[in-house]
């Protein structure tokens, strides 16, 4: 296993962030730690990459102890490459002088070979005698990945590098840099607070709450079957209820009753709270209800419904609903609410 970090507790200050984490990297995968801001993501990429020192525990590469509380190599000695937010181009060196930085035990002509070869990779051949302050933000991104890659280095660590790209842009560039990193065999760890990055971009995710390792998956595992309430809410604008009662026909929840098929209340019995998706809904129009729909909204391809409950707090948190054919419904229209067989999930 190229990477993997055993027992590791992390604080700052009084302040814990990591709590005796257990992790693996398998090899030539790129693994995704996803999670709110705060939850100790960059703190794990920096003791890999030697900018924290381990206070405890034990960070492992190839199976030998590259780290821990009494072992503390700089970056320079460690067999990983870097990339963070701010791309940290030299600005007195050109495209080419800025790859081949790393490479200089390499002879002249291999330096040459390298970055050639690397330049071709990202489509920019004919950009190496330029400076970073004549490429565009995306062009800039791209040169940081391979001059990070020039090296050959066994794990390469990402912190949010396209965070401050222009969302559209955003997605050529992981599209990109994926490609990029599986041509070249490289086991790689990306941090992000993105749900999609992390969907576009991962062979595995790895789902970080609270300073602790809350599930590892594929992508379509972590989506599909969220381990806890908390992986469940990351994606897809999910919402939580806590389910107060259920009974034959349905179970009710702090927004309101939900009806649900016979076959699945036996789990919902011992389910203490629900996490929805908008398209876990579908709706059916009731004059006796209390669910009133109080917004409609086009959002480029659905509908997004806004609930209220007449019977609930103002302050309670509209319910949102995707909606496939809008002409069903209009503003005050009553609704049940009936749970679909995906993007309901349930935990005690």
Known sequence: MPLVFSQISHSYG??????ELDFAVEPGQITCLLGPSGGGKSTLLRLAAGLEKVQRGEIHVDNEVLA??????PPEARPVGLMFQENALFPNMTVAENIAFGIRDLSRREQQEKVKELLELVGLDEYGQRYPHQLSGGQQQRIALVRSLAPEPKILLMDEPYASIDITLRRTLREAARRTIKEKGTTAILVTHDPDEAMEMADSIAVLDQGVIAQVGTPQEVFESPATVAVATLFGGSQRLAITAADEHGFDTAFGRIQAEAERLSSYRDAHTLVVRPKGLSLKKNEKSDVVISGLRYIGHDWLA????????????????LIDDVSQYQLGDRVDLIANQTGVFLFK
Not at 14 to 19: C, E, I, S
């Open 68 to 73: 821990n509380d009494g072992l503390h190599p």
């Open 14 to 19: 009084a302040t814990p962030v990591l709590h």
């Open 306 to 321: 806004f609930l209220t409950n007449n019977n609930t707090p103002s302050a309670t948190e509209p319910l949102r609903v």
